[in-house]
């Protein structure tokens, strides 16, 4: 079985400051890992996965993470966050299996203030 | 290519009665799947299809249904609703079971007096 874990329900930014947030996640098998982002009233957007190859990925407006797989980690970062960055974002895991749903984490609130 | 659409957007139903959701994918997409969003429990997977058949159903009761027709297009059912089932309903495509990346719909909203 997969889980995923995200640490922290809430985190908050300063404007112009790093944006980290962190997903470990669980899996028997070699992971896809992704992380979402829902703006109020909207559906998920991919931000950016992990499948294979480079460990570092790079995704929409900014965001990267990097799939560390001693830690069983997959955290997403921003160098400068944005007023516009203020939204949820959720860390899931799914595999190359073709037979595993999307398990998503509980989701981080992310506050940008001015 | 247009993304996935859901109809209707809102929806508010009374305990008892039921619902049918619908969701077309993106064209050319023959995967469909239904997660269910609560601030409680989070995103929940409800099930997958890829064509016409059922691939995998999540943890649900069997309240909760669903189907795929031959254009791709899905719809799912809740029958004698009850409030914890007020929620959001989305819905995912992807090319086909096992890709990488799925692509998500706005949702609908329902809420169950």
């Known amino acids: 079985a997969q889980s995923v874990t995200q640490l922290g329900s809430h985190v908050s930014v300063s404007e112009g400051a790093l944006v980290l947030l962190r997903c470990n996640y669980s899996?028997?098998?070699?992971?896809?890992l992704f992380w979402y982002v829902q703006y109020p009233n909207q559906g998920l957007q991919l931000l950016l996965k992990y499948t294979t190859g480079a460990t570092l990925v790079k995704g929409i407006n900014g965001f990267e993470a990097e799939f560390k797989k001693s830690e069983t980690s997959f955290h997403l970062t921003k160098p400068s966050a944005h007023m516009s960055d203020a939204a949820e974002y959720f860390c899931?895991?799914?595999?190359?299996?073709?037979?595993?749903?999307?398990?998503f984490g509980k989701g981080t609130r992310l506050s940008v203030i001015a | 290519k247009a993304g996935v659409t859901q109809t209707p957007r809102y929806l508010i139903k009374t305990r008892g009665q039921q619902v049918t959701l619908s969701c077309s994918p993106i064209?050319?997409?023959?995967?469909v799947s239904w997660y269910q969003q609560t601030p409680g429990q989070g995103l929940q997977f409800l099930f997958e299809?890829?064509?016409?058949?059922?691939?995998n159903k999540g943890n649900f009761p069997g309240r909760f249904s669903g189907r795929q027709f031959s254009n791709s297009r899905s719809e799912m059912n809740v029958s004698t609703l009850e409030l914890g089932d007020s929620a959001l309903y989305l819905c995912?495509?992807?090319?086909?079971?096992?890709?990488?990346?799925?692509?998500f719909g706005p949702g609908t909203r329902l809420t169950v007096l």
């Open positions: 899996s028997s098998v070699p992971p896809y």
């Open positions: 299809y890829f064509s016409e058949t059922q691939r």
């Open positions: 899931a895991v799914s595999t190359n299996s073709g037979n595993t749903p999307l398990v």
């Open positions: 064209s050319g997409h023959r995967s």
């Open positions: 995912a495509s992807n090319n086909f079971p096992g890709a990488d990346t799925q692509y």
